[in-house]
């Protein structure tokens, strides 16, 4: 039986604590690729795309000669599996793939959720990622035959792996005021989760089976369903300005059932009353009933639905169209998908790229994205710094209630509160373009222990940006709208970054593994990130003039809550 939002509200803390969790063992654990890549090899993935493979056991490296070629070629080998440039490009396929489910299916997802709440998606993603384990287990055992089962069970692992991350996404909502510093957290949890599979090669390189450790993470993805099934409610978790999950009250008197908390419970008890207050006074002249329970529902119904339409009118102040086609998201679209192409490269090239600065040596390779897995636990870390940024002074900004209130003489007026959560998200989306710019910059020169920076930069953008992002939603958008909107923004940018695979094809092939002409040209396309920033600077300086002007001349009638759209 799914517990009630207010007994979800009185676990939140367990849920908040298990979903980060979660998000480290088994959301978006594609973003270990490099280490997931060594693995598939050492079990001969595709290896039969390569001439000659043998048997054997140690990692080593032969020099032989191709048959189907003119030219020699060095032959490497790993774990006695032969491995080649096309099965490079076969597995890099298959990450494709698996990482465009990992953004793609946010869109139906978040429409999904929006209407039906996070449980059921949960409930979903946790057993696909079990499926997905036991489809890679069974594909290791016949590698020759069963290799093709890796797309399969990639596409699986991205969509389970997205169902546990975005539902953990509406989680934070319960957390009032911090809810931007929690999506942070969520966020960091899931970009830290691409240390999980390096944590697997280091158990893996110990002895254990590769088929047995996949076995044993299918078994803890069973946990997560479990735990979700127990603790997550069916309803969506509502917006802190919409909802107060400690009052509830049933008004079955006044005819209708449903719970009804929050500012909403003031606001219709207010209405009610009066309304009630009113017929009173004019039932004087009639007969009193004997009891207020045996009146028909439908008078008192009657004012009921009113107050439901002005509270509806109210709350919408954006339909979702204008939400889509508004400068802020259009421009945030741009960020997202030059960033989202930035980084998928450096993951799905990252190996090859460091085949060419070590001139093929692989236990060097081996060690340098074993250090990039584990730097990816600084996002866990950084990206709550990013959450803090747009949280920043929150507390101190005046409020939707206050805003009707006359001032005294001589009062400082306090900032309001949504022209600080655009400033706020200015200076993160600032910030976050210079670390990305800074990123491009070491990715271009060709200095291997320069790489371990390249990979700082990387790991912190990618916390910063999709909780720069979550948080500047969360800020501007009605938090209904939350989940379309990320989900339509992961779809578009999934989409733009499948441009990886033909860049990767072009690395690999007319330049010959050597990865600077694709840096310089991302670095070149990494400047259209700043375009958000700009128009959230000028956004605000509008508002900011529009509240000015409301102070400066009481007549002029503004709308209190600014929209996205100007």
């Given at each position: ?17 298990t979903a980060v969790i979660e998000n480290l063992l088994f959301s978006a654990v594609l ?536």
């Amino acid at each position: 039986m799914a517990p009630t939002l207010a007994t979800a509200f009185s676990r939140r803390w367990w849920m908040a604590v298990t979903a980060v969790i979660e998000n480290l063992l088994f959301s978006a654990v594609l973003l270990g690729w490099g280490s997931l890549l060594i693995m598939l090899k050492s079990e001969g993935f595709y290896s039969y795309l390569c001439t000659g493979a043998v048997n054997g056991s140690n990692l080593n490296v032969s020099n032989t000669s191709s048959s189907k070629e003119s030219q020699a070629e060095e032959q490497l080998e790993m774990n006695g599996w032969q491995i080649c440039k096309d099965q490079d490009e076969m597995l890099n396929l298959a990450f494709t793939v698996g990482s465009f489910l990992l953004s793609a299916i946010t869109l139906p997802m978040g429409i999904i959720m929006d209407k039906y709440g996070p449980r059921k998606l949960r409930l979903l993603g946790s057993a696909c990622f079990a499926f997905s384990c036991l489809l890679i287990a069974y594909g290791a055992s016949d590698p020759n035959n069963l290799s093709i089962l890796i797309f399969f069970a990639l596409a699986m692992n991205g969509f389970g792996g997205m169902c546990m991350t975005f539902t953990s996404l509406t989680l934070p909502n319960m957390f009032g005021d911090l809810r931007s510093t929690f999506i942070a957290l969520m966020i960091g949890s899931y970009a830290s989760s691409a240390v999980t599979f390096p944590g697997i090669k280091v158990i893996y390189d110990l002895g254990i089976a590769f088929i047995t450790i996949l076995l044993v993470w299918a078994g803890c993805a069973c946990l997560v369903f479990l735990n979700c099934f127990v603790n997550w409610p069916l309803e969506p978790f509502p917006g802190p300005e919409d909802m107060d999950f400690t009052v509830k009250i049933k008004f079955s008197w006044l005819g209708f059932d449903h719970k009804i908390t929050g500012k909403q419970f003031y606001r219709q008890v207010t209405t009610v009353g009066r309304r009630l207050s009113v017929g009173n006074s004019m039932k004087q002249q009639q007969q009193m009933p004997q009891d207020l329970a045996s009146q028909e529902a439908n008078k008192l119904c009657l004012s009921t639905v009113d107050l439901e339409v002005k509270c509806k009118a109210a709350e919408d102040t954006q339909s979702f169209m204008k939400s889509i086609i508004s400068p802020i998201f259009l421009l945030s679209l741009i960020t997202m998908c030059v960033t989202q192409l930035r980084l998928i490269f450096y993951m799905g090239a990252m190996n090859t790229i460091l085949e060419s600065l070590t001139e093929g040596d692989l236990p060097t390779v081996s060690v340098y994205t074993s250090i990039f897995g584990v730097l990816q636990l600084l996002c866990l870390v950084t990206s709550p710094v990013i959450g803090y940024v747009m949280d920043w002074r929150l507390k101190d900004c005046e409020d939707e209630s206050e805003k009707c209130v006359k001032r005294e003489p001589g009062q400082p007026r306090r900032p309001d509160k949504q022209i600080q959560k655009i400033v706020n998200a200015t200076r993160a989306f600032i910030f976050t373009n210079l670390l990305l710019v800074g990123f491009g910059i070491t990715c271009i020169i060709p200095n291997l222990p320069l790489q371990i920076l390249s990979f700082i930069l990387h790991t912190i953008v990618r916390g910063f940006i999709h909780s720069a992002v979550g948080g500047l939603y969360a800020a501007v958008y009605p938090s209904s709208q939350f989940g379309s909107l990320t989900g339509m923004q992961s779809l578009i940018s999934a989409l733009f970054a499948l441009l990886q695979q033909p860049l990767f094809m072009a690395m690999v092939g007319p330049l010959e593994g050597d990865p600077l002409w694709v840096n310089v040209g991302l670095l070149a396309l990494s400047m259209l990130g700043f375009c958000l920033p700009v128009y959230l600077l000028c956004h605000s300086r509008h508002l900011q003039r529009l509240r000015d002007e409301r102070d400066d001349d009481p007549k002029i009638n503004i709308s209190s809550k600014p929209k996205a759209f100007v």
